[in-house]
């Protein structure tokens, strides 16, 4: 089993349409959660940290239930520009160091 | 400069041939990651450094692969005698701290192609 898991998709929805995109991870010692956007042929980019109170940024809500090792992203009114790859991230930290595991990316594709 | 710097963008080599790949971090980052990423693949964790800490070398495919933080801050990645199936994207990232909620950037990655 993958340390961090996603749906692969590809997920293809119409402009204006609410998508869910869902992560599991399986390391509890996990500490911090990001989710990174890559667009094809380019290096992963950060979108959002998600916090355990939940977090927003305009169109972007990030959800982290750590009971359930759990972590959401719901993207609002999507864009065609929202077309990418959505990498959900776990950082674990042992001893004096981390490392950041990547799950395998969930594909979008926003449609006119 | 501003971000994360990776030469060269782009290196196409011999089989059995040596390469090295640079990434110069974001000034004042202590926190070093080498990844690769295979044509529509996950990135795969390489090596990660910590300030003066000892690396975590614990992805490293193979003893053909080294790297190396000079001064804790430029970083190079070295791979002997390059076989095909090293050929992927190589993207180096920096951040903070090793528990960061900033997030760590990534350049833009050095696409090496062994033929």
């Known amino acids: 089993r993958k340390e961090v898991e996603q749906d692969p998709g590809p997920f293809n929805v119409p402009e204006g349409a609410t998508v869910a995109f869902n992560c599991t991870y399986s390391n509890s010692a996990s500490q911090s959660f990001f989710w990174y956007r890559q667009d094809c042929r380019k290096e992963p980019k950060l979108l959002m940290s998600v916090y355990s109170s939940g977090n927003e940024d305009g169109r972007f809500t990030a959800q982290l239930n750590r009971a359930s090792q759990y972590i959401s992203l719901l993207i609002r009114d999507s864009k065609l520009s929202d077309s990418a790859t959505y990498l959900c991230?776990?950082?674990?930290?042992?001893?004096?160091?981390?490392?950041?595991?990547f799950g395998q990316g969930t594909e979008l594709s926003v449609k006119p | 400069g501003a971000g994360v710097s990776q030469s060269p963008s782009n290196k196409v080599t011999e089989k059995g041939k040596d390469v090295e790949l640079r990434c110069d971090p974001i000034s004042g980052h202590t926190a070093l990651y080498w990844y690769r990423q295979s044509l529509g693949q996950g990135l795969e964790f390489l090596i990660y450094?910590?300030?003066?800490?000892?690396?975590?070398k614990s992805g490293l495919p193979s003893d053909r692969f080294s790297a190396e933080r000079t001064g804790g801050s430029v970083s190079t990645l070295t791979i002997q005698r390059t076989q095909q199936e090293d050929s992927a994207v190589y993207l180096c990232g920096s951040g903070t701290a090793p528990l960061s909620n900033y997030g760590y950037t990534f350049g833009s990655g050095t696409r090496l192609t062994v033929v």
């Open positions: 991230v776990v950082n674990r930290v042992y001893n004096q160091g981390g490392k950041l595991i």
């Open positions: 450094f910590q300030g003066n800490s000892a690396p975590d």
